[in-house]
């Protein structure tokens, strides 16, 4: 287990806004920062960072929490790796306390695989760099290549031994379960025998967005025409191909400061344009490109640029990628290299200085070289270029913004030589007609679509948040408050004497409760309750930073829905729409004094309705007396409601 003095000293180091930003392009929003959810497919931004309060919320899918909550739910750590990773960023040395079997055996599936995988990348770059073999097979390979050691260092480069169970063996003895080898596709089981699946090949590992291996891909050295010249690791629990870019590890905190992304085709590619000083750069790792990577670059950037082979295959692959990425609301631009060169070896053939002015003047906007490479192929042909400018509006129709939609359709009527009125209604017809598609509910043949019912609120659960964030928000605040006191009138029942009093907020919710008799229902509730009142009587002053350290992730949701809710009026901007919001502060008192008020009907409302159930099981002497009891209930509950202002059933 990891020390509770380098967990604090975790905590007290890491920035929140650091952190994220490797991950989410964020920008500054008053003191705050936003950014597009890494969580869900969205447009405009609903994500925001607090570095005062080093808390964060996600608003479309609602998680929130602290720096570990976000390692967590972004990169599907276990506490323990949240830690060590930020530990690792900050350069702070872990002291771990012993396990025990227990907490060995708790460990999950997907930790093991980690850990797997990662033995497996440190046994490829040990046997590339400090075997005879390696040195002379894979690490002469990559010097024939070009890379330098720092590159063959940084991408974590390694070999795979010709042996057939080199690694296999290596990972058993070392405690490592065959399964595991076998579900990583490190191990090939092949009915009685095992081998590695990566022998005899120079290793590139995969990483995730937070360096974690995930796979590897490998190339063979050896003339062998039946055996692929590259292969990956196949899909595991850790490793989907279609959810990761080659590089984008090393590239992230590039591609977030240049505000572009280059995409390229392969592993060497990625390598090489690092080393002419182009770190902004990843690559699909030979599939084609999906949402999900397209998503993963739009976290950090609005802008890609393609870069293909000028021969007819890396065109058309150009062409794939490109609705793609229009469609997630993203600029992108292509550049293609001279018929015979790709990323690699036109970097290899020229300046660092030269590569990065071809990229510059080469890049041109998707619709012209879209224009162009439909146009060359119909040549003078009318149905052709007819068919080619339907092809070009089919690409902009699927654009979200309506502003780029009409500059796009100016710019294919000046370069196709066609009247832009002509051009907006072919477009006006393909919009509609996505609208419509999108407009019917998707269903499988022969089920009905059923109307799902709506969830009913929760009064009391809704009170009882009031309550927490009453005490989150303003718990130290001393605030004057319009009381009441209870007293019997002349005519036998009940009536209140208005009084007015002054407390901090945290005192006279602890009192009314008490008072009441009342514990909240809602175990987390219940639980952040008790840590509140016990900061505030203790400490005095509650700093959220410290306090959600201690919170289970659910708690940290709880809490930083409550912290950021005003960071998220600021994102919908509701002054601009004449939607002014009221500032609760100055309304503290009527804001407790009428949660209290409606927590205390509601619970006399639940005993109204347990002592008349009570009628119909007891004796008529009995019976007399819960009616007394209950008509009682039923006056102070006008009484509240009079002081509410409104009727209560």
């Known amino acids: 287990m990891i020390s509770k003095s380098t967990i604090d000293l975790v905590f007290e180091t890491s920035r929140l806004e650091e952190v994220i930003g490797d991950f989410v392009q964020l920008k500054k929003s008053g003191s705050n920062f936003k950014g597009l959810s890494p969580f869900s497919n969205e447009k405009t931004p609903s994500f925001m960072v607090s570095p005062a309060k080093q808390i964060w919320k996600d608003f479309s899918s609602g998680k929130g929490g602290n720096v570990v909550a976000f390692l967590m739910e972004h990169e599907h750590f276990t506490y323990p790796e ?11 040395e872990v002291e771990e306390t012993q396990q025990t079997d227990e907490q060995k055996e708790a460990a999950s599936t997907r930790e093991s695989l980690y850990a797997l995988t990662d033995f497996a990348q440190s046994f490829f770059s040990k046997i590339l760099t400090e075997s005879e073999k390696g040195k002379a097979i894979g690490l002469t390979y990559f010097q024939e290549r070009g890379f330098t050691p720092a590159s063959i260092e940084n991408f974590h480069l390694g070999y795979s031994p010709s042996e057939w169970s080199a690694l296999t063996t290596a990972a058993i003895d070392a405690g490592y379960k065959e399964e595991y080898l076998i579900s990583t596709g490190l191990t090939i089981a092949k009915e009685d025998k095992r081998f590695d699946r990566f022998k005899g090949r120079v290793i590139f590992p995969i990483h995730s ?9 490998g190339r063979i050295l050896k003339l062998d025409k039946q055996a692929a010249k590259y292969i990956n690791s196949p899909e595991s ?26 995409l390229v085709e392969g592993y060497t590619d990625v390598i090489q344009m690092h080393q002419a000083g182009i770190q902004n750069v990843v690559s699909s790792s030979g599939t ?28 058309r692959a150009a062409m794939r990628g490109v609705d793609i990425i229009l469609e997630a609301g993203m600029h992108v631009a292509i550049c293609t290299f001279p018929n015979g060169e790709d990323p690699d070896s036109f970097v290899r053939g020229n300046h660092p200085d030269q590569v990065k002015d071809y990229l510059q003047e080469n890049a041109i906007d998707f619709i012209q070289f879209k224009a162009k490479l439909l146009a060359e192929e119909g040549k003078n042909e009318p149905i052709r270029k007819a068919e ?27 370069l196709m030589d066609v009247s832009e009125e002509v051009l907006f209604s072919t477009l006006a017809q393909l919009t509609q007609k996505n609208k419509s598609k999108a407009s019917q509910p998707r269903q499988k043949p022969g089920l009905k679509v059923v109307d799902v019912p709506k969830q009913k609120v929760d009064p009391r659960y809704e009170l009882e948040r009031n309550i927490i964030s009453l005490l989150l928000l303003y718990g130290q605040e001393e605030v004057a408050f319009e009381d009441v006191v209870m007293q ?23 009192l009314d409760l008490q008072q009441d008799e009342v514990e909240l229902s809602t175990v987390n509730f219940r639980e952040l309750y008790n840590a509140l009142l ?59 004094q009428q949660t209290i008020l409606n927590l205390r009907c509601l619970l006399i409302q639940d005993k109204i309705g347990v002592l008349q159930s009570q009628t119909s099981e007891n004796q008529e002497q009995t019976h007399a007396e819960i009616l007394e009891e209950v008509n009682a209930y039923v006056g102070l509950k006008k009484s509240l409601s009079g002081r509410l202002d409104r009727v209560l059933f």
């Open 288 to 315: 084609a490109l999906t949402p999900d990577q397209v998503r993963l670059i739009r976290r950090l950037t609005s802008n890609i640029t393609l870069l293909f082979d000028g021969d007819a295959a890396g065109l």
């Open 534 to 592: 016990l900061v505030y009587n203790s400490q005095k002053k509650l700093v959220i930073e410290t306090f959600i350290q201690d919170l289970t992730p659910e708690q940290a949701h709880q809490v930083s829905s409550i912290i950021m809710q005003d960071e998220n009026n600021v994102l919908h901007d509701w002054e601009r729409k004449d939607i002014y919001i009221k500032d609760k502060k100055s309304e503290i008192g009527k804001w407790l």
């Open 82 to 92: 949240a830690i060590k990773f930020l530990a690792k960023k900050y350069n702070i």
């Open 488 to 510: 019997p009138n002349d005519d036998g029942g009940i009536e209140f004497k208005p009084t007015e009093i002054r407390a901090k907020v945290y005192e006279k919710i602890y």
């Open 209 to 217: 967005m937070s360096g974690r291996v995930m796979g590897f891909g």
């Open 388 to 414: 080619t400018i339907r092809e070009i509006i089919q690409s902009i129709a699927i654009i979200p913004d309506a502003i780029r939609r009409e500059i796009y359709i100016q710019s294919c009527s000046s």
């Open 237 to 262: 629990e850790i490793y989907q191909k279609s959810k990761v870019l080659y590089g984008l590890y090393q590239a992230k905190q590039h591609i977030a400061k240049q505000d572009n992304c280059y």
